[in-house]
């Protein structure tokens, strides 16, 4: 069974990094697929980030492109976020997720930032 | 890259059949047989119900139901049940550009 965990820090200062990392279990990510970031502002729809594949080509959302990086690492079966300069609409959900011309199968739990002083 | 549109709000009686539509454009919805549709309950992940337009994977029930004309795609959840009540999101490939979503629907099963 595929499964993804966020993790990274519940809160960061504005101007901040963000930095999150997502450990996939039952599925190793050099067998493919792409792997991607997904948030949620609260009480608001999803929005895609970026993907990524395990070689580091990456497809990322032209609105929000100049600010996230993603990075991969097969060996620890994970992959990775920063988003830059971070602002109190960074604040969501951020979720990782495996898909595949847009079909997103499996998600993580979702993990809750909060950009505040 | 515009979100896909759906209805804010859908209803409907318990055994009755319901209709979410999603409409995109000729580059996303219209270009693609990559329509997938979500079902999220408060405070949970998305969970994948319908993809490729009409497919479903496996353990979604039948009661789910989708399909695609032009730029517009449907979900169809028929026989509603109590536990339909949850937010749902579609979404389309859209080439290099990837993957967009709709604003999301919240289905009410009255």
């Known amino acids: 069974q595929v499964q993804l965990q966020e993790s990274g820090p519940g809160l960061v200062k504005p101007s901040e990094t963000l930095s999150l990392t997502c450990t996939v279990s039952g599925f190793p990510i050099s067998n493919g697929y792409w792997w991607a970031w997904i948030r949620q502002p609260p009480g608001k729809g999803l929005e895609w980030i970026r993907s990524?594949?395990?070689?580091?080509?990456?497809y990322y959302n032209p609105s929000l492109k100049s600010r996230f990086t993603m990075s991969v690492d097969t060996s620890m079966n994970q992959f990775s976020l920063k988003l830059s300069s971070v602002t109190a609409a960074d604040t969501a959900v951020y979720y990782c997720?495996?898909?595949?011309?847009?079909?997103?199968?499996?998600w993580g739990q979702g993990i809750l930032v909060t950009v505040s002083s | 890259q515009s979100a896909l549109t759906q209805p804010p709000s859908a209803s409907g009686s318990p055994g009755q059949s319901v209709t979410i539509s999603c409409t995109g454009t000729s580059s996303d919805v219209g270009a693609y047989n990559y329509v997938s549709w979500y079902q999220q309950h408060t405070g949970k992940a998305p969970k994948l119900m319908i993809y490729e337009v009409s497919q479903r994977p496996s353990g979604v029930p039948d009661r789910f139901s989708g399909s695609k004309s032009g730029n517009t795609a449907s979900l169809t959840v028929s026989g509603l049940q109590a536990e339909d009540e949850a937010d749902y999101y579609c979404s389309s490939y859209a080439g290099t550009n990837n993957l967009i979503f709709g604003g999301g629907t919240k289905l009410t099963v009255l």
């Open positions: 990524i594949y395990h070689s580091g080509s990456t």
């Open positions: 997720a495996r898909e595949t011309y847009g079909k997103v199968d499996y």
